[in-house]
């Protein structure tokens, strides 16, 4: 089964295709590596323009809620 990745910029998709480490990230609440394909996506409300990865939305919201 194929994924869709989502990129910002030419750049972003060059490096979706040709790095398998940038489809990772890690959950900051559990710390655990997702793929950002299949990962709950948030605005981060701390850096303006920046994603987080989550491992599920319960995750993103207890690390929200701090």
Known sequence: ASKTYYACCDKCVRDLN??????????????????????FITMNPAKKGSILYFESEQNATKYLKK
């Open 18 to 39: 040709a790095d398998a480490s940038a489809r990772l990230a890690v959950d900051p609440y559990s710390h655990v590596t997702v793929d950002k394909a299949t990962a």
